[in-house]
């Protein structure tokens, strides 16, 4: 069972140790299936800023497959007074901030001693992904850290990782790190006591990069000085974590980048899934249903803890940037209901391997955001048994709560929970066999731990679906009622449906449950 460090109730996915068990009963409309939950173990937890979301650098000039989507959503151009995006920001509460991407290895920062015009980005065919360099003003980021101060964000800053270097051969760069322009940046932040939380080296250098690549042992050697520059500036002051390399995972690259760095320099160890092609596939809404596509995942967040565990286990695995489709997003498929899928699939798969923090690609910009571009207002708002295929299931903490997700369009779960506190070993044993078993567990009067349930037990569900029953619509409903911000542009007041704990939770084709069984007793998560 994956648990979160927070105590308190709150809406992260996690994914639990679940046995699903489908009964013999079928008909045309729903499938019967038990769920039994492991509460007294726990395989992983996450940190408190599980959730975590991507600011980038894209200008309005960056475009794919005939389109334009970023606007004015960049780190250099976004509107930071309007109002709804600093209320999105305190909704999660805490919301980790990444502030990076692509052009992260282009920019410089306009620090007295530059030695240059600072400019922002401009096209250029000899520039990394076809853009100049670019530079961010010390105006520029007071008013950044000012709306994060104000918000209560958790910041991590993505820092330039190719500057100093030289380019080797076509995507090969060598050479050591320029840091000088870099620490000057990093010492007025410090000097003006803006806390970030993490400064993360490089975006996509990794193994042979995306654009650019640099090698894992100099990488190394350059994360080694970035420690020292953060313990030389920060003096007895919490000192952020170094984070890095914000790539795709390559198992040798990754695994040098520890050996060569060292103990306890490298806290956080950062890696990038797109793993449904590129934004004009017109395979992606079918490998978001397609749930033994999805768990092709799993072997890379696996391969990554392990990796960790041999050769680093001083470090975390974050995912520093995740959205879905590369390359801006698919315009018909990243900003819909049916996006909802992968996203919250991610989030559980993520978990049960340790991972820390994921950071969704983006906040804003691009057809993936959670905000709209333009408006501002939110876009839209793993085991499983034989049979059950389409039935995604997943656990968050609080009592305990699942996150169950149907991805087949035509038959609904009718889902039993079961406590294992309940049921030995030998019982269990026979769930496979004793199909009336299976049956008895659906009756059972006790759900929620050891104490026999008097039938006034309430669990809380939360089912999304979205309107008019289109996966690709914008506009989702919560218990059928749609989700729309409030006339002050705050977030809607989100009433769950009461139930009694001692029936069975329906989840209909195509939609997403939420259900949270307040006093079902989970002893990993309190350890």
């Keep these: 069972m994956a648990c979160s460090g ?18 013999l009963i079928r008909s045309e409309d729903y499938s019967d299936v038990t769920i039994v939950v492991r509460g007294a173990e726990t395989i992983a937890s996450t940190s408190n800023e599980f959730i975590c979301a991507t600011i980038d650098w894209w200008p309005p000039e960056k ?21 709804l995006l600093a209320k999105a920001i305190q909704a999660f509460s805490p919301l980790r901030i990444r502030l990076g991407g692509s052009l992260q290895d282009q920019v410089v920062y306009g620090t ?23 530079c961010i003003t010390m105006e520029r980021w007071d ?15 993505g820092l330039n990782a190719l500057q100093g270097r030289q380019q080797m051969g076509r995507g090969v760069w060598g050479g050591a790190w320029n840091s000088s322009n870099a620490r000057e940046f990093m010492e007025y932040t410090v000097s003006m006591n803006y806390p970030i939380d993490s400064w993360e080296f490089g975006n996509e250098l990794s193994g042979s990069g995306i654009g650019a690549s640099v090698g894992a042992e100099q990488y190394g050697k350059d994360i080694i000085e970035l420690k020292n520059i953060i313990s030389q500036l920060y003096g007895n002051s919490r000192k952020p974590l170094v984070v890095a390399p914000g790539g795709f995972y390559d198992q040798k690259w990754y695994a040098q980048l520890l050996d060569i760095s060292g103990p306890n320099v490298l806290d956080a160890i950062t890696h990038h899934i797109y793993n449904l092609g590129a934004g004009n596939d017109p395979q992606v809404a079918n490998r978001i249903l397609n749930p033994q596509y999805l ?36 315009r018909k498929v990243s900003n819909t209901f049916l996006n909802s899928f992968w996203y919250l699939d991610q989030l559980g798969q993520s978990a049960k391997y340790d991972t820390k923090v994921y950071c969704r690609q983006t906040l804003i910009g691009g057809n993936y955001g959670l905000l709209d571009t333009e408006t501002f207002c939110l876009a839209v708002a793993s085991a499983h048994g034989e049979g059950s295929y389409f039935l995604r299931h997943q656990r968050f903490f609080g009592g305990v709560a699942l996150l169950m997700l149907n991805l087949n369009k035509n038959m609904g779960f009718m889902v039993s929970v079961r406590n294992d506190l309940n049921i030995n070993f030998r019982e269990m044993a026979g769930i496979k ?9 659906k009756r059972t009067v006790s759900w929620v731990g050891s104490k026999a349930s008097d039938g006034l037990e309430k669990r809380e569900e939360y089912h999304l679906t979205p309107q008019d029953g289109n996966p690709f619509a914008r506009t989702v409903l919560l218990n059928g009622a749609p989700l729309q911000l409030t006339g002050d542009g705050d977030i809607p007041s989100l009433p769950p449906v ?24 989970a002893e990993g998560c309190e350890r």
């Design 498 to 521: 009461m139930v009694s704990v001692n029936s069975p939770i329906y989840v209909a084709p195509l939609s997403i449950a939420f259900v949270v069984f307040p006093d079902f007793e």
């Design 63 to 83: 475009c794919n497959y005939d389109q334009c989507p970023w606007g004015q959503a960049s780190i250099l151009n976004l509107d930071l007074t309007n109002p």
């Design 6 to 23: 927070e105590e308190s109730m709150r809406l992260w996915f996690l994914i639990p140790l679940l046995l699903c068990f489908p009964t």
């Design 112 to 134: 007295p001693n530059l030695g240059s015009p600072c400019t922002p980005f401009s096209k250029s065919s000899s520039g990394l992904f076809g853009f100049s360099q670019g």
């Design 143 to 157: 008013a950044i850290n000012k709306i994060f101060m104000d918000t209560g964000a958790v910041v991590t800053f």
């Design 295 to 330: 768990s092709q995942s799993s072997d890379t967040f696996r391969d990554l803890q392990m990796t960790i565990q041999r050769h680093g286990p001083w470090s975390a695995p974050w995912v520093g940037e995740a959205g879905g489709a590369y390359n801006s997003g698919s």
């Design 433 to 441: 066999r004793d199909n009336s078993f299976v049956h008895g567990l």
